[in-house]
């Protein structure tokens, strides 16, 4: 056997060992983030320095193609779908909305976590609040006799307790941008909200973000706290028995 045909052999017998290995080795699951946000409620300024608020604010912004995504109940495991809420183990902002909690200053009115891997602004929906609730379809908003006539707007149809309400969205252009479009009221909305006898609180801002850093969104009225992580992708085989 000639020198060449010995170091072909070699070579050959080597890209076949990574092959094997490459095949031995398991799935990889999709990587994404895990955004996680506290929302609270701080006290504004009183008297003469005290913002003036309108009884009609703006509705909630959404464009022809925006999907929205509502948050149910915590998902696990193999069987989570790309877009789903975390559990509290995985929320890392638990120590400040202690803090939070413990301060007569502020109210926390949300604390919550979920992970995306989409962040194509042409793709990736928002997330919609409350949580748990799902907005009618457009289609079913109708003014037939005998119906609430409440218009084709959504959020007109949120259950009479409600106090914070729109949209949280995470998506990627140059840089990481969140964005949330926010309503917030004292007290549920009930019938004052569609009678427009309730001051409501508008919140719509926008932030460039940076992963692994915590950015704070400031608002006379309210205050948003997010973090974005970045999740390793884990073995298929081994998803289900990850730690949540």
């Not at 006898?197 to 460039?208: D, G, I, N």
Request: charged share 20%; aromatic share 8%; net charge neutral.
């Amino acid at each position: 056997m000639t020198l060449i045909e010995l170091l072909c052999r070699h070579l050959l017998t080597a890209v076949l060992g990574l092959i094997l290995t490459a095949l031995a080795l398991p799935a990889m699951a999709q990587s994404g983030y895990a955004v996680e946000v506290v929302i609270f409620r701080h006290w504004e300024a009183p008297g003469e320095d005290a913002e003036f608020w309108s009884r009609a604010p703006p509705p909630i912004s959404r464009s022809a193609t925006q999907r929205w995504v509502t948050l149910g109940p915590v998902a696990r495991g193999s069987d989570a779908p790309p877009f789903s809420r975390l559990p509290s183990s995985r929320l890392q902002l638990a120590g400040i909305r202690e803090r939070l909690d413990e301060s007569n200053d502020y109210v926390v009115l949300l604390h919550v976590g979920w992970r995306q891997a989409d962040l194509d602004p042409a793709s990736t929906p928002a997330v919609v609040l409350p949580l748990n609730w799902t907005p009618p379809a457009l289609s079913t908003l109708t003014d037939s006799a005998g119906a609430p006539s409440r218009g084709q707007n959504p959020f007109d149809y949120l259950p009479s307790d409600t106090r914070l309400w729109g949209t949280l969205r995470l998506l990627q252009r140059r840089y990481l941008d969140f964005r949330v479009d926010l309503r917030f009221s004292r007290k549920g909305i009930g019938a004052a909200y569609m009678d427009k006898k309730l001051t409501v609180y508008p919140m719509t801002q926008s932030r460039h973000m940076r992963v692994d850093e915590i950015h704070y969104l400031d608002h006379p009225v309210l205050g948003v706290l997010v973090e974005v992580r970045q999740l390793e992708a884990l073995p298929e085989q081994n998803r289900a028995q990850a730690p949540q």
